[in-house]
Each structure stands twice: as structure tokens, then as C-alpha cells.
């Protein structure tokens, strides 16, 4: 990677714990994106210069006003903080993104260095009136007493004797090494942590480009649902999907309150509905809040009754998106104009009767009164034409006829509502002769007015935008790896190289492999085949062997089964890895067997049988290859195994890589591959899961663009 002179100046508080964590932080974001470089530069803050204001009663931005200020005069490019410490809201010159690595969250209690004992009646330091809330209720006869300083100062006053204790964060004592110190762990359940404990946050000036693009890779996109009419039966699954996975769900008054319950426990439910002039949040601060939270990492749900496109204001809250250029989702819903018309039979069509309906409300925005449609008004609205692709040029000549303008906007919508809806885009005057209608027999629905110009269509602010995917991975990794590649903006297209099956009568078998000390399972996708085959058969988990791994993939499909490995390779994912760990682990005596697909039994030169002649390789699956005579288009492919090469080579040729790029889930898929490639760019995930290599693709990407940035000198 070539490097650059261009630093960027990245601002911080001068103690030790904001240095530290600030390297810590930008060690970090240099390895996902090795085009950037950057120097810190410690400063001072009113929090730091003043030591006696209770920080009880400190203002908002005591701790980042200094950083702010320097930003806002361009002396830093940006600044890194404690993400609690950041006022809410930012100062308007300002924006920011929280980095996803988070310390531990709790608060603990710390003791004088020569001292194990609580007195009956402790002087207690505390700075927040909710650890003094804590304290009054566990130490009743406890005196509260305001303490100041960094971490070090606090702590030579509690040895000093002037504290008996101290509350304070986990994450800052284990970010400078001071772990040591803690004498004891209070329960989240206890002491409840401000949900910004333990991150850390970046702030940069507003419309920054650059950072702009770095935030793309910790960013969810938001999730702007319809939630359907009246009851929750008339959710789609792609919104109940949304609401498990969600963090916050910011809902409306028309929303089924029921839906809420598919959420997770600690998610959070903000209500902002309006019902006849009654407000709980103006339309302005649901947008404002809807970037707040999506800028803080979480995944949102903003979920609207009906469907959001239709009276649902939807237009406002992408228009915050795009202010942030932050990435998002509509999920279309069911519409109360359907609910009303089909489900009644009222029917809007009928044949013989009527071919078409108007939709409209009689009150305009700002007006609480009704204002009745001028004859230009009527004919101003949009026009949509249901099977109506195939006859775009006698659209277009009647609307001509009836003295539509031939700039008029016109847009045709293909396989709407599938995974990959296309959309020509033209005027009147031009649509019937674009070649992409004109080529193109797939269903379409002919949008016509100024609703249907091309500058209404949603951007696409995913680290990878645009792009698409594909996955050539065993099926079973699909919803993992769709759910990944849409996170990040991109189009998945799936086409498995390899089927992975038990062969028959392996549940005879299923007893012996459990009489083994240890039991080696290579990949996600043998352990996926593994608890089936435990389900199908009723075995008792617990009569499993020690388990031995490598990578996380693996280890989350044992936990999302509550089994958890004696042995986990995070780190040399290949052979070489899991036979170091093993020979530290391994018994005189002990028995291994490794569950093995009938190709990996007939490779030869295997490091782990050299290592232990005792191993026992067991024919677990078949590793079927699969062939195709088309090759969809692509821009990046993801391997997950040698053998998926293979078979992709073998159904290809490499030559249809030229100009595209590989991600491969390890070395040992990455060398099959040929290893680096001259002619297409070839990437060696993080880590050995799926997620991952989409994470590292999306790294890849973004790192691309902040390239073109700096050579354009724009930086």
C-alpha cells in the first residue's frame, strides 16, 4: 500500500488514559485502513485545568470544549474521547461515530493498596450522582465525597488516606494497565453503567469526507419499516427479522404495539407518534434522533404504521440520511389503502368497472385545514401504470397527446420488490427509446411525474454501495452471509461451488467418535453437520469429548448451541495453529479423532497426522463439488475452503477473477487461490468467519476510496 505524507492530526486529553486509549484506538483503524496515518496531539480541557467543580454539576462539554474549538479552527482534523464524555447534542460545526471495540462496561470498587476490609462507615469518592445513589444504598452509613483528577491523581488520593474507596470505570484501569487495582466488580444488574461506558468515540468537523467514509465501517444501516395496518399480522417477515435484530425501535402510534415484543430484551422502545395534533416529537427531532442513534453504531428500526412511502413522511427521514451520508434500508409494508380496499371488497379495480384509482390526501403539508385540489394540481400527480413496460410507447404518446411535457420524468421498475429490482430512469420524450427498456421483457411498473426523476432514488451510503457479492460457500452459510453483505450496502448473489451432506449410516458411527478424548471439528460447516446429526439422533450434548477449533465461526456455532470448546485457535487459523495449541493441551495417552470430509482424507503432506501418528481422521461428510455452465456478474467473490476453489476454477477458469476481488475466510483457502494475484486483488480475512470476510471486503473498499481522495489531494 503506498503511503502518503498527508497525517491526519487527531486531538486528545493529555492524561495518560485518553493517550493511551487514543493510540490503542488508532493502532486499530491504521490496521483496517493502512492508506491513513496519524498523530496525536494531546490537549487540555476544562475538566483538566479545573479540579474543583463537582463534576455533578459540570457543564456538558467540560471534557471535550478545548478539542472542539481546535477542530472547528481546522488545528486537528479530529478527536478521540471517551464517548461518555461527549455532549448531547454536538455543537452544529460538529459530527461524529463510535469506534464498536468497547472495554468493560461495569464500575468496580477500589480499595487502598495495603487494605482488603470495608470500614462500617468508608469515605466514599465518587463523581456521578448515580454511583451516589449506589453507594447511600450499599454503604448506608457511608460518608459521599466528591473526588477529582485523572486516574493516577484519584488513586494516590485514596492511598494517600483521604478515601477509604473509590467508585470507578472498569475500562479506564484495564486501558493503562491498572486492573491490578480493582478490588471488586459491581454487577451491571447493580450499579447500571451509562450505555457509552466503555466506548470511544470520534469527532471530526461536519461534511468531512474522509471521515465520512471510515465511519461507513462501523455504521448499521437504518431500517425504515412499515409495520402494517391495524394488527400485527399484517407485519412482513422482513420487519420482524428487523425487530430481533434491532437495538432501538423508534415507533409510531399507528404501529401494532404487539410487534415490539419480537425485540430483544435490551433493546430499546422509544415511542414518537402524533395522533391528531399531539405530538410527542416534532418531525424534526425524529430525524435528529434517528442519526444520533444510527452515528452511534446501533442498529435502528424506525418503524411506521402502514407503509412508510405513502403519507408516512418518509421522504424527511431519508433526507437526514443523506445530510449524514448515513447507510439505510426502506422495508416496504402492507398499506391501510390495501387493508381497506381488498380486505372489505371495496375493491379500487375492477374489470369493467374502473382500471384505475386516485390516492391523495385533502390537506396540504403546514395546513391543518382542508384546501381541495386545483385542476393543476390533479394533473400534477403522479401517474403509475401497472403492466405498462411493454406499452411505454403508447404512454408515452398519450400523455404527449394530452399536453404532458416531453421532459416530464418517466421511470420503469423491474422485478419489483426482489432482491434486484432494476430501474430505467428518462423523460417522456426518451424512455420508449432506451435500450434498457427496449431489451428488457421482465415485468415493470411505469412510474410517470416529477415523483419519477432519477434524483429521488435512494443513494447507497454502504461501505460497499453498489457492489455485488458472491458467495460461493455451502447453503447453509447463506443467511449469515446475506445478512452481512446487505449490512454493508452490497447485493448478495449466491452460487455454492460445494453441497456438504453426511453420508449414509453415519449415525452407527455417532457412538464411537464420543468415545475419544478429543474431538478436532475443522470448520463451521462440520459443526453445523455435527449438532444436526446430535439433534436427528437425540444424543445428549453433554456426552461429547474435549473440542478442540479454529476460528470464531466454528466457536459461535457450538455456543449458539450452549456448548463452548476446550480449545480455540483465534489466531493461525490452519493446521499449523491448532497443532501448537494442541501440543500444550494434549495428555500422555489421550485419544484424538478429527471429523474429516472425503476429500480432506485423501490429501497428502497433513501437518496434523506428522504431529500425532495416534490421530484418528474420521470420514464425517461429503465434500460434493457443483458445476455451472453461467457465470453471473460479479465485482467480489468470498471463498470458504480450498475445495470451493476448486470447484470454482474448475467450473470457470481463474481467468474470470481478471479485474475483481477474492476474499478468502483463511491461508489455507488463500494459497489454493495461488496466493497474491497480479491481476486480481486477493484478501485474507481477519478472522476465520463469514462476517468477517465481509468486514475485511468492506476495509478493502473503503481504503480504495480514501486512496483516490488522497491522490486527487482532496485529504
Given at each position: 500500500m503506498k503511503n502518503f505524507s498527508r497525517v491526519l492530526l487527531t486531538g486528545t486529553r493529555a492524561s495518560r488514559l485518553s493517550v493511551a486509549q487514543t493510540e490503542n484506538a488508532l493502532d486499530r483503524l491504521g490496521k483496517l485502513l493502512p492508506s491513513l496515518s496519524f498523530k496525536i496531539i494531546p490537549m487540555p480541557s476544562p475538566g483538566d485545568r479545573d479540579k474543583i467543580t463537582d463534576l455533578r454539576e459540570a457543564p456538558p462539554d467540560f471534557f471535550t470544549r478545548d478539542l472542539d474549538n481546535a477542530i472547528i479552527a481546522g488545528e486537528i482534523d479530529c478527536a478521540?474521547?471517551?464517548?461518555?464524555?461527549?455532549?448531547?447534542?454536538?455543537?452544529?460545526?460538529?459530527?461524529?461515530?463510535?469506534?464498536?471495540?468497547?472495554?468493560?462496561?461495569?464500575?468496580?470498587?477500589?480499595?487502598?493498596?495495603?487494605?482488603?476490609?470495608?470500614?462500617?462507615?468508608?469515605?466514599?469518592?465518587?463523581?456521578?450522582?448515580?454511583?451516589?445513589?449506589?453507594?447511600?444504598?450499599?454503604?448506608p452509613g457511608g460518608i459521599i465525597l466528591s473526588i477529582r483528577g485523572d486516574i493516577e491523581q484519584r488513586i494516590a488520593q485514596l492511598d494517600e488516606g483521604k478515601y477509604d474507596l473509590l467508585i470507578m470505570a472498569a475500562a479506564g484501569l484495564n486501558r493503562i494497565n491498572l486492573s491490578h487495582r480493582i478490588s471488586e466488580f459491581i454487577p451491571l444488574e447493580e450499579l447500571p453503567t451509562p450505555e457509552a461506558q466503555g466506548f470511544l468515540s470520534v469527532t471530526f468537523k461536519k461534511g468531512g469526507g474522509t471521515f465520512n467514509l471510515i465511519r461507513k465501517l462501523f455504521l448499521k444501516p437504518v431500517l425504515l419499516a412499515g409495520a402494517g395496518p391495524g394488527c400485527a399480522d399484517n407485519v412482513t417477515l422482513r420487519v420482524i427479522n428487523a425487530l430481533r435484530a434491532c437495538d432501538i425501535c423508534l415507533y409510531d402510534a399507528l404501529c401494532p404495539v404487539e410487534l415490539l415484543d419480537y425485540m430483544p430484551q435490551t433493546a430499546e422502545r422509544l415511542f414518537v407518534g402524533k395522533r391528531k395534533g399531539e405530538h410527542s416529537h416534532s418531525q424534526e427531532e425524529i430525524c435528529e434522533l434517528i442519526a444520533f442513534y444510527a452515528r452511534k453504531g446501533k442498529s435502528v428500526v424506525r418503524l411506521k404504521g402502514g407503509d412508510p412511502g405513502i403519507f408516512g413522511r418518509l421522504a424527511e427521514e431519508i433526507d437526514?440520511?443523506?445530510?449524514?451520508?448515513?447507510?439505510?434500508?426502506?422495508?416496504?409494508?402492507?398499506?391501510?389503502?390495501?387493508?381497506?380496499?381488498?380486505?372489505?371488497?371495496?375493491?379500487?379495480?375492477?374489470?369493467?368497472?374502473?382500471?384505475?384509482?386516485?390516492?391523495?390526501?385533502?390537506?396540504?403539508?403546514?395546513?391543518?385545514?382542508?384546501?381541495?385540489?386545483?385542476?393543476?394540481?390533479?394533473?400534477?400527480?403522479?401517474?403509475?401504470?401497472?403492466?405498462?413496460?411493454?406499452?411505454?410507447?403508447?404512454?408515452?404518446?398519450?400523455?404527449?397527446?394530452?399536453?404532458?411535457?416531453?421532459?416530464?420524468?418517466?421511470?420503469?421498475?423491474?422485478?419489483?420488490?426482489?432482491?434486484?429490482?432494476?430501474?430505467?430512469?428518462?423523460?417522456?420524450?426518451?424512455?420508449?427509446?432506451?435500450?434498457n427498456v427496449k431489451n428488457n421483457s421482465s415485468p415493470g411498473i411505469v412510474i410517470v411525474g416529477?415523483?419519477?426523476?432519477?434524483?429521488?432514488?435512494?443513494?447507497?451510503?454502504?461501505?460497499?454501495?453498489?457492489?455485488?457479492?458472491?458467495?460461493?460457500?455451502?447453503?447453509?452459510?447463506?443467511?449469515?452471509?446475506?445478512?452481512?453483505?446487505?449490512?454493508?450496502?452490497?447485493?448478495?448473489?449466491?452460487?455454492?461451488?460445494?453441497?456438504?451432506?453426511?453420508?449414509?449410516?453415519?449415525?452407527?458411527?455417532l457412538e464411537y467418535i464420543l468415545k475419544f478424548d478429543w474431538l478436532i471439528v475443522p470448520s463451521p460447516s462440520c459443526a453445523v453437520l455435527l449438532m444436526e446429526l446430535m439433534e436427528k439422533t437425540c444424543t445428549d450434548i453433554r456426552k461429547l469429548p474435549r473440542i478442540a477449533i479454529c476460528g470464531l465461526g466454528t466457536a459461535t456455532v457450538f455456543r449458539e448451541n450452549h456448548i463452548y470448546p476446550d480449545l480455540c485457535v483465534e489466531e493461525k487459523f490452519g493446521q499449523e495453529g491448532l497443532v501448537s495449541a494442541l501440543k500444550k493441551r494434549l495428555k500422555a495417552g489421550e485419544k484424538i479423532i478429527k471429523l474429516c470430509s472425503d476429500k480432506a482424507?485423501?490429501?497428502?503432506?497433513?501437518?496434523?497426522?506428522?504431529?500425532?501418528?495416534?490421530?484418528?481422521?474420521?470420514?464425517?461428510?461429503?465434500?460434493?463439488?457443483?458445476?455451472?455452465?453461467?457465470?453471473?456478474?460479479?465485482?467480489?467473490?468470498?471463498?470458504?475452503?480450498?475445495?470451493?476453489?476448486?470447484?470454482?476454477?474448475?467450473?470457470?477458469?481463474?481467468?474470470?477473477?481478471?479485474?475483481?476481488?477474492?476474499?478468502?475466510?483463511?491461508?489455507?483457502?488463500?494459497?489454493?487461490?495461488?496466493?497474491?494475484?497480479?491481476?486480481?486483488?486477493?484478501?485474507?480475512?481477519?478472522?476465520?468467519?463469514?462476517?468477517?470476510?465481509?468486514?475485511?471486503?468492506?476495509?478493502?473498499?473503503?481504503?480504495?476510496?480514501?486512496?483516490?481522495?488522497?491522490?486527487?489531494?482532496?485529504?
Open positions: 478521540v474521547h471517551s464517548a461518555k464524555d461527549i455532549p448531547e447534542p454536538l455543537t452544529g460545526e460538529l459530527d461524529f461515530f463510535r469506534l464498536p471495540w468497547r472495554e468493560d462496561p461495569r464500575d468496580v470498587i477500589v480499595l487502598p493498596g495495603n487494605r482488603r476490609e470495608i470500614p462500617e462507615k468508608p469515605r466514599i469518592g465518587i463523581s456521578s450522582t448515580r454511583r451516589e445513589e449506589y453507594c447511600r444504598k450499599r454503604f437526514i440520511m443523506d445530510k449524514f451520508q448515513l447507510p439505510f434500508k426502506v422495508l416496504p409494508g402492507v398499506s391501510s389503502l390495501t387493508a381497506a380496499s381488498s380486505a372489505t371488497g371495496l375493491l379500487l379495480t375492477r374489470r369493467g368497472l374502473s382500471r384505475g384509482f386516485t390516492v391523495a390526501t385533502p390537506r396540504k403539508s403546514g395546513s391543518g385545514k382542508i384546501e381541495w385540489f386545483s385542476e393543476g394540481e390533479l394533473k400534477s400527480f403522479p401517474q403509475v401504470y401497472f403492466m405498462g413496460a411493454d406499452d411505454i410507447n403508447e404512454i408515452s404518446v398519450n400523455l404527449r397527446k394530452n399536453a404532458y411535457p416531453g421532459t416530464l420524468p418517466v421511470a420503469v421498475v423491474y422485478n419489483a420488490g426482489s432482491r434486484s429490482p432494476a430501474i430505467v430512469c428518462g423523460t417522456l420524450d426518451e424512455i420508449a427509446g432506451n435500450p416529477k415523483n419519477a426523476d432519477s434524483l429521488f432514488l435512494y443513494s447507497n451510503y454502504g461501505a460497499l454501495g453498489g457492489m455485488k457479492v458472491l458467495f460461493t460457500g455451502s447453503g447453509r452459510l447463506n443467511m449469515e452471509a446475506e445478512r452481512s453483505i446487505e449490512m454493508f450496502g452490497a447485493e448478495a448473489i449466491f452460487l455454492p461451488m460445494i453441497k456438504l451432506s453426511l453420508p449414509s449410516g453415519i449415525q452407527m458411527h482424507l485423501s490429501r497428502t503432506g497433513n501437518r496434523m497426522r506428522d504431529a500425532f501418528p495416534e490421530l484418528e481422521e474420521f470420514h464425517f461428510y461429503n465434500n460434493t463439488p457443483l458445476s455451472y455452465s453461467a457465470m453471473p456478474d460479479f465485482d467480489a467473490v468470498l471463498f470458504t475452503s480450498p475445495s470451493a476453489v476448486d470447484a470454482f476454477i474448475k467450473s470457470f477458469t481463474v481467468g474470470v477473477l481478471r479485474g475483481k476481488t477474492a476474499v478468502s475466510i483463511g491461508e489455507p483457502t488463500f494459497k489454493s487461490l495461488g496466493g497474491a494475484s497480479g491481476y486480481f486483488n486477493s484478501l485474507v480475512s481477519y478472522e476465520a468467519t463469514v462476517s468477517s470476510m465481509i468486514s475485511t471486503l468492506a476495509s478493502w473498499k473503503i481504503n480504495c476510496n480514501i486512496l483516490e481522495i488522497l491522490n486527487k489531494g482532496k485529504l
